[in-house]
């Protein structure tokens, strides 16, 4: 690994601090607004439509231009909203604009990773980026989580006699509109690259028959089509899942906003082991051996339901987030690679942004309706987990099917 591609992931780093961060700033400002409760769930949702409506254009655009060029677009787009925020935009929508770059993010900074290296080193490359991403998450829960902490945030707000001019909630967006600046900056220096898989064609009728052309053939691809399941099975289930948490820390541990984000940082150190295991363990072509481990995952949230110890629960989820990042990492980095020869990575990686996060919005969808209708949060925890070990089990159970044929 040379220095091109620490550049690039001290970039992903950053920009995926201030993501993480972002989302608990945004929740404190809807609390600070008296937002009702299922406003939490529905804030995600607008985040993650761009990455379905735009799918079709924003692969098509990462690969007709060098990444490094997209990336540092995207991530002015992320400032764009943060400022939309802080100027009294709905948060909803001032969200939704940061959703927008992400949706572009995306197919950039993880398509330079089939361009920059090859086929041999992307497990471990992916395992550096799903380490960092990690790190960020870790972060991004315990800097978003101070930075609304109305004791601390506050009462310096006070001394610095800046609490008549501005809130806790919206001091925390300036600081993390600070951290976009600097990914944005390390955007710069990227290397560049020529671009991949050029588009023929840029006219929208074109680009939507592209993407479902390429959505097809990814989809009938064997190897293409259980990695394309299970991370899309995983991200839609693991955003659900963090909100999931915070409610489940507020009623199994009497946990307040700013505690729970910094339970859930214990999950994301147990993704980096994974993460780091399956890069060291595991090689690109025996990638679906790792599929067990998600119907293990989906046990573990069902033990969830019985943990009122602060100390058992970080356990737990320490071992949740081994398990998600040593199945994950394999297989997304084997989407890659079958997404790069099939089609070119920046169309392989909005493909599979478009089904993750459909997958992100119809369970994130359940979960509003669970809130609205009073579901218990217990019975979401037993029914999430009772989905993924089914699913795992379902997507395992036909890939050995269709090994046999």
Same mark, same amino acid.
Request: charged share 10%; with cysteine; glycine share 8%.
């Given at each position: 690994? *040379?220095? %091109?591609?620490?550049?690039?992931?001290?970039?992903?780093?950053?920009?995926?601090?201030?993501?993480?961060?972002?989302?608990?700033?945004?929740?404190?400002?809807?609390?600070?607004?008296?937002?009702?409760?299922? #406003?939490?769930?529905?804030?995600?949702?607008?985040?993650?439509?761009?990455?379905?409506?735009?799918?079709?254009?924003?692969?098509?655009?990462? $690969?007709?231009?060098?990444?490094?060029?997209?990336?540092?677009?995207?991530?002015?787009?992320?400032?764009?909203?943060?400022?939309?925020?802080?100027?009294?935009?709905?948060? =909803?929508?001032?969200?939704?604009?940061?959703? /927008?770059?992400?949706?572009?993010?995306?197919?950039?900074? @993880?398509?330079?990773?089939?361009? @920059?290296?090859?086929?041999?080193?992307?497990?471990?490359? *992916?395992?550096?980026?799903? %380490?960092?991403?990690?790190?960020?998450?870790?972060?991004?829960?315990?800097?978003?989580?101070?930075?609304?902490?109305?004791?601390?945030?506050?009462?310096?707000?006070?001394?610095?006699?800046?609490?008549?001019?501005?809130?806790?909630?919206?001091?925390?967006?300036?600081?993390?509109?600070?951290? @976009?600046?600097?990914?944005?900056?390390?955007?710069?220096?990227?290397?560049?690259?020529?671009?991949?898989?050029?588009?023929?064609?840029?006219?929208?009728?074109? =680009?939507?028959?592209?993407?479902? #052309?390429?959505?097809?053939?990814?989809?009938? $691809?064997?190897?293409?089509?259980?990695?394309?399941?299970?991370?899309?099975?995983?991200? %839609?289930?693991?955003?659900?899942?963090?909100?999931?948490?915070?409610?489940?820390?507020?009623?199994?541990?009497?946990?307040?906003?700013?505690?729970?984000?910094?339970?859930?940082?214990?999950?994301?150190?147990?993704?980096?082991?994974?993460?780091?295991?399956?890069?060291?363990?595991?090689?690109?072509?025996?990638? &679906?051996?790792?599929?067990?481990?998600?119907?293990?995952?989906? /046990?573990?949230?069902?033990?969830?339901?019985?943990?009122?110890?602060?100390?058992?629960?970080?356990?737990?989820?320490?071992?949740?987030?081994? /398990?998600?990042?040593?199945?994950?990492?394999?297989?997304?980095?084997?989407?890659?690679?079958?997404?790069?020869?099939?089609?070119?990575?920046?169309?392989?990686?909005?493909?599979?942004?478009? *089904?993750?996060?459909?997958?992100?919005?119809?369970?994130?969808?359940?979960?509003?309706?669970?809130?609205?209708?009073?579901?218990?949060?217990?019975?979401?925890?037993?029914?999430?987990?009772?989905?993924?070990?089914?699913?795992?089990? &379902?997507?395992?159970?036909? #890939?050995? #099917?269709?090994? &046999?044929?």
């Amino acid at each position: 690994m *040379n220095r %091109g591609f620490f550049t690039i992931l001290t970039a992903q780093f950053f920009s995926a601090l201030a993501d993480n961060a972002l989302l608990f700033a945004a929740i404190a400002l809807l609390m600070s607004l008296s937002a009702p409760d299922w #406003h939490v769930p529905l804030l995600q949702q607008f985040f993650i439509v761009s990455y379905i409506l735009l799918a079709p254009f924003v692969g098509a655009f990462a $690969d007709s231009n060098p990444k490094g060029r997209v990336m540092f677009i995207s991530n002015a787009i992320k400032v764009i909203g943060c400022i939309a925020m802080l100027a009294g935009m709905q948060p =909803l929508y001032a969200y939704a604009i940061v959703g /927008l770059g992400a949706a572009a993010y995306s197919p950039a900074k @993880y398509g330079i990773l089939t361009e @920059y290296l090859p086929p041999s080193q992307l497990v471990k490359a *992916n395992s550096w980026m799903e %380490g960092a991403t990690v790190l960020a998450i870790i972060l991004g829960a315990i800097v978003g989580g101070l930075l609304i902490n109305p004791k601390l945030v506050g009462a310096a707000l006070i001394d610095w006699g800046l609490a008549e001019w501005i809130s806790v909630p919206k001091f925390a967006i300036v600081i993390i509109l600070g951290l @976009y600046l600097v990914a944005a900056w390390f955007n710069l220096y990227i290397p560049r690259l020529p671009p991949d898989h050029r588009t023929p064609k840029r006219n929208p009728v074109f =680009l939507l028959h592209d993407f479902w #052309h390429s959505f097809k053939l990814l989809w009938k $691809d064997p190897l293409g089509q259980v990695s394309l399941a299970v991370t899309t099975l995983f991200w %839609g289930v693991g955003a659900t899942l963090r909100l999931v948490v915070l409610a489940w820390a507020a009623f199994n541990l009497n946990f307040d906003l700013t505690q729970a984000t910094q339970l859930t940082a214990t999950s994301a150190v147990g993704v980096a082991v994974g993460a780091a295991m399956a890069g060291k363990w595991i090689r690109l072509e025996s990638s &679906v051996k790792v599929l067990p481990a998600g119907i293990l995952l989906g /046990l573990t949230v069902i033990a969830m339901i019985f943990v009122t110890d602060w100390r058992i629960a970080a356990v737990l989820l320490f071992f949740i987030g081994v /398990l998600s990042g040593f199945f994950v990492v394999p297989l997304n980095a084997l989407l890659q690679h079958r997404g790069h020869l099939l089609m070119g990575a920046g169309h392989s990686i909005a493909i599979q942004n478009f *089904n993750e996060n459909l997958g992100i919005l119809v369970l994130l969808g359940a979960y509003t309706l669970m809130v609205g209708h009073g579901v218990h949060i217990h019975w979401v925890l037993g029914l999430f987990g009772l989905f993924i070990s089914l699913a795992m089990t &379902v997507i395992w159970r036909r #890939h050995r #099917h269709d090994q &046999v044929q």
